[in-house]
């Protein structure tokens, strides 16, 4: 593979979530050029007033973690500028990115910081997640910085001392952790609330008296996957590792013990996923597929649930998902329409349900399987009445098999469910050209001029009485929204990432 340059980095950043190794190596050792493009990427963003997309987008993620790995403290104040968005802002970030990842940068840079991080995690007009995500960053000072062990304690013993700030149930979690990650010095204090904790005899979601107990008893989690409920910020999934000098941490995974038996699963997996975007020789295409359908297949005897398959793609850090939704249509291309039929039927199981089913029917529909289709489309309409693209690719399924008036009206019923212009461009795209393969010119321009009206009137719309200083109103992307480039995919599992 050749290096990439500059710009080839820079459109990276902007445009992908996962980063190669080679990649990454390459923008660390360019810091004088990338350090002050970086740092203007996210300072850009912590400036915003107002978030038209996301709050932190896929080049400022990037941006926190290269400028952490580069000892840049100005990231600190800058990602705690982002993290002031509103809750509804920070849903793109998800719970698990924010406690799972967001604590690194707190956690390398935040000493300096203290006061200001007390600050924010005691403003309750800021998302309870993103405060979690930097309470635990302070948690896992002191494996980055031993001279911030003191501190870390007096903060966290400050913390228990404000319950207006958080829910008793996640002072317990932060207790849990202060054990998992070596805070003796805390048992005293952690047992006392504990027993004043289990005087309510609440049944609490995130941890109990007993686990604040537990935990202690168990002291010190060396290999730092607690692996409990409550192990919600993911200090102990990670700080060890990230604690090693870069070129000591390697590629050393962290594996599951549900996994710990498939490691030669997970290297097939990883490396398929991997290189699915190079090109390939057409003499080894069929084969190449059906081994991939075969490791598929294999794979979901493995992982049965969403949240294992999230866990392996964290795990290789590959979409998995994208690879699986793709492949049925690749099998069916090349003639193995019953192998891609039961690829969509087993993974629809596991993951993106809506995505292999409408897939499915689509696959049979162009294969000629009419009775199959029509019990499929049958399935998913059942499943999926309101999924906007469920019903796009039921349209597409009519067609294929030429039934268009169906296929029409799957189209128009999926028109009238839209909401977001990226939706309705799906349908038109699809729509217009039916139609105007039929001849029905008249048709196409009025949809085209009703189209034109909605848009223009949207734009406009009514004078702007947003009050000065607020916040306007924009619609955001949801996690389980479909992503707005037209894949079909959620969010979460496309852009999103």
């Known amino acids: 593979m050749f290096p990439l340059n500059r710009e080839q980095l820079c459109e990276t950043l902007r445009s992908r979530w996962y980063l190669t190794t080679e990649a990454i190596d390459a923008i660390l050792s360019d810091r004088d050029f990338f350090q002050p493009y970086l740092r203007e990427a996210l300072a850009s963003r912590a400036r915003l007033a107002d978030v038209p997309e996301s709050p932190i987008d896929v080049t400022d993620c990037h941006a926190i973690f290269l400028l952490t790995e580069m000892g840049d403290p100005a990231v600190i104040p800058d990602l705690l500028g982002c993290l002031k968005m ?147 910020y993911g200090v102990n999934k990670q700080w060890q590792r990230w604690a090693e000098p870069q070129e000591a941490r390697g590629s050393e995974r962290l594996i599951p013990d549900w996994l710990a038996k498939h490691e030669e699963l997970i290297e ?52 998995i998902t994208s690879w699986l939704l793709d492949l049925p249509f690749e099998l069916a291309r090349f003639g193995m329409v019953q192998e891609a039929a039961k690829l969509g039927q087993t993974w629809a199981k596991v993951t993106e349900r809506a995505n292999f089913l409408g897939d499915r029917a689509v696959i049979l529909a162009e294969a000629g399987w009419r009775d199959e289709v029509h019990q499929q489309i049958e399935e998913a309409l059942h499943e999926f009445p309101d999924d906007v693209w469920v019903r796009i690719k039921i349209g597409d399924a009519h067609r294929a098999l030429g039934e268009m008036e169906m296929a029409e009206r799957s189209y128009r019923d999926a028109l009238k469910q839209t909401v977001k212009d990226y939706d309705r461009d799906g349908v038109l795209e699809r729509l217009i050209p039916m139609l105007e393969n039929l001849g029905r010119e008249d048709e196409v321009r009025a949809l085209k001029a009703d189209e034109e009206s909605r848009r223009a009137e949207k734009s406009t719309g009514p004078a702007d009485e947003t009050p000065a200083g607020a916040r306007p109103a924009s619609p955001k992307i949801g996690r389980n929204d479909l992503c707005p480039c037209g894949s079909g995919k959620k969010y979460k599992k496309c852009h999103g990432l």
């Open 86 to 232: 509103s809750e509804k802002d920070l849903r793109l970030l998800y719970g698990d990115s924010l406690t799972e990842h967001l604590w690194l940068p707190f956690a390398k840079l935040g000493y300096s910081y203290l006061e200001k991080l007390w600050e924010f995690v005691t403003d309750g007009s800021i998302d309870l997640l993103a405060r979690h995500a930097a309470v635990a960053g302070v948690v896992a000072m002191q494996h980055f910085q031993p001279e911030s062990r003191a501190a870390t304690i007096g903060f966290v013993d400050r913390l228990l001392g404000r319950p207006d700030v958080f829910p008793i149930d996640h002072l317990a979690g932060i207790l849990c952790d202060c054990a998992d990650s070596g805070l003796t010095e805390l048992e005293p204090v952690a047992l006392r609330f504990a027993e004043k904790m289990a005087i309510d005899e609440e049944d609490y979601p995130m941890a109990t008296a007993d686990d604040v107990r537990r935990a202690f008893r168990e002291g010190f989690r060396k290999d730092f996957i607690s692996g409990r409920p409550h192990d919600v």
């Open 268 to 319: 097939r997996v990883d490396k398929v996923v991997s290189s699915r975007y190079q090109e390939k020789s057409s003499q080894d295409s069929i084969g190449a597929l059906r081994e991939q359908f075969e490791l598929a297949d294999r794979l979901s005897n493995v992982v049965t649930t969403e949240d294992e398959l999230e866990q392996l793609e964290d795990l290789i850090g590959e979409d």
